[in-house]
RNA sequence: GAACCCGUAGCUCAGCUGGCUAGAGCAUAACACUUUUAAUGUUGGGGUCCUGGGUUCGAGUCCCAGCGGGUUCACCA
């Protein structure tokens, strides 16, 4: 490993501070009175109370004047300038303290400690006059130096993508704003989690790594165990052992699940995400739909405070209630064209007058729908709208509908022109649910790579009864894009999937 | 999988139709400076111009291939 100048003035500066008796790495704590953004706040109002302070973070500037500097502190929630001046830190004759160790050998992103007392300059700023100062962690790397002057122009932004989501420690630390997203993220889930859990429903773990893979289209990720000496598979979804919760006597369940698909990546795809996965028993897809909007208006308060939130150049209300449309209005909206009674040849001629792309050797009628809806309508939903009732061929876990021939109790919410939740009544006839694992079976033999697997155990537990109960999925991390107004998905997962580094 | 764009100092970037020893700001090193704030002033150091070929008297610049990244599309809930 070849080091740069830099790196190599830091290991210097370490070797240096090491020699006069100061551990660049001290084991024993730090005790911090005050958060940079409590001073902040408090001070200049209530002055009192804040002449013994002790605060510890990053050294994220430093301006040295002769025998006084100032310099900048980050922690955890803000930045705190602080003044240090030779004589108030140095012990008698011995100036070492700010000669050598301050100005010469603290590096910007260490990690220090100050104590001493809070004061306002003469431009105005609440800042720290040190009486003390400890190195906590010496920094060998230096940080990107991210600048903004009085006009709050950025210099010198950490802006590459790749290092940011490589190097996602170093963009917190530069990028501070890059921390609420996160921030955000949880609190959404712990909205959710506060919603589900006053109604009763249970927070439940799965397994997932699972010998059949099932619930959902999708590619998987697979793995071996040595000692069983079996294939397993990294879950693509939890659906199938939520329900045979349900089966086995609970009423509510819910997971938050990291689920692995084996596919493309993109903006909107990382091979590992989160979805959670709520099944409640004795509902149908109506009463979930009105949950849906209930729970989602609450997160986007608890998140943003409105139900208004900006995602790019849309303003997006969830307040209730949602629109709603049938799959096939929906079409009938966007395009003139009515296609509920249309046979397949009709759909296809229809879907080719449309321009939609169609490959008749491989679709079926539910797909060519789905294509027409994907590409006429989908794009166009900004406002939170929800789409119901899908052709049957697509849903091989719904319910049939009750009066519509051909369709499946089944709604998804579409948000910015783009799906975000899918919902249905969960089929619970054992019998029709093998013949549809054997429609999949088929497409698989066909060469669908994504077709879904027969699960003989879950058959056994449907055999056993299951209540009507609802399903629903919400992509977790599609939500919080929303919410955060992020325009991909690796700006609000911590470590996105990258390619590994060349060494 | 396809198209387009990008890769120059630790960071952000400039470098024209190919032409002296490859540049700037910040960071960094040295000196000065006790209320500054993109602190300032003076003086230094720092480069495999992504990699490998090719064209040329001469390549950071043009061509080809590769590697890495980005954007859009396709696939995909």
Redesign the pocket.
């Known amino acids: 490993m070849s080091l ?4 190599i ?2 290991r210097d ?1 370490m070797h240096a501070l090491r020699l006069m008796g100061i551990d660049p790495y001290p084991a024993e704590g730090f005790e911090v009175t005050h958060t940079s953004t409590a001073i902040l706040e408090q001070f200049p109002d209530n002055p009192e109370g804040f002449s013994a302070v002790r605060i510890a973070g990053r050294l994220m ?10 310099a ?1 502190i980050q922690d955890s929630v803000g930045t705190l ?1 602080v ?1 240090i ?4 830190i140095c012990d008698g004759e011995d100036k070492s303290m700010y000669n050598d160790v301050f ?3 603290l ?2 992103g260490d990690f220090i400690g100050v104590s001493g007392f809070v ?7 609440t ?1 720290l ?1 040190v009486k003390e100062l400890t190195l906590l962690s010496k920094a060998l ?11 709050g ?1 950025v ?9 940011r ?2 190097m996602r420690y170093v963009d917190m630390v ?1 990028n501070p704003q890059v921390k609420s997203v996160f921030i955000k993220r949880t609190q959404l889930m712990n909205s959710m989690r506060e919603y589900l859990n006053a109604k009763g429903y249970l927070e439940v773990e799965t397994p997932i790594l699972q010998p059949i893979y099932g619930g ?4 998987p990720f697979k793995t071996h165990h040595n000692a069983l000496d079996t294939t397993l598979y990294l879950r ?2 939890n659906e199938l052992y939520l329900k045979r919760l349900i089966v086995g006597g609970f009423d509510g369940v819910y997971e938050f699940s990291k ?1 692995f ?1 084996n ?7 990382n091979p590992e ?1 989160t ?1 959670i996965e709520l099944y409640v028993a004795y509902k149908d897809y109506e009463w979930m739909m009105n949950l849906v909007e209930e729970m989602l208006e609450k997160v986007a308060i608890d998140v943003t405070g409105g139900t208004k939130v900006q995602v790019g150049e849309h303003l997006i209300d969830f307040k209730r209630p949602w629109k709603r449309f049938t799959m096939f209005e929906a079409i009938e909206h966007f395009t003139g064209v009515d296609i509920s009674e249309m046979d397949e040849h009709a759909l296809y001629k229809a879907a080719k007058e449309m321009k939609v ?1 169609i ?1 008749a050797s491989t679709m079926g009628k539910g797909k060519i729908i ?2 027409i ?3 006429k309508c ?1 794009p166009y939903l900004i406002q939170p709208t929800f789409i119901t009732d ?1 052709p049957v061929e ?2 091989p876990l719904a319910k049939k509908h009750r009066h519509k021939e051909g369709l499946v109790e ?1 709604f ?1 919410a579409i948000v910015n022109g ?2 975000l ?2 919902s249905f009544s969960e089929l619970n006839d054992p019998i029709d649910q093998r013949h549809r694992f054997e429609a999949q079976l088929e497409l698989g033999k066909r060469g ?1 790579e ?1 077709a879904m697997v027969l699960d003989e155990d879950f058959l056994r537990a449907l055999e056993f009864g299951m209540p009507p109960t609802a399903g629903l ?1 919400i ?1 977790i991390d599609r939500l919080t894009m929303i919410m955060t107004n992020s ?2 998905i ?1 700006d609000v997962l911590f470590f ?1 999937q ?5 060494s």
Do not use: C, W
Request: net charge negative; glycine share 6%; no cysteine.
């Open positions: 740069s100048e830099q790196e003035i830091r500066s500037s430093k301006r040295i004047m002769g025998k006084a500097s100032f900048v300038q003044y001046s030779r004589d108030d100005k010469k050998h590096d910007i004061f306002t300059t003469q431009t105005g700023t800042t006059h790397r230096p940080l990107p130096i991210v600048k903004t002057d009085a006009e122009n210099h010198d932004a950490f802006t590459d993508p790749e290092q989501y490589r530069v959902a289209a999708a590619r693509i979804a689920d698909r596919e493309g990546m993109s903006r909107f795809h995400f979805q792309h490959d789905d294509e809806f994907g590409e989908e899908y697509m849903s089944r998804e783009k799906e939740l899918n669908d994504e999925g992509g325009n991909s690796q996105p990258m390619r590994p580094e060349r």
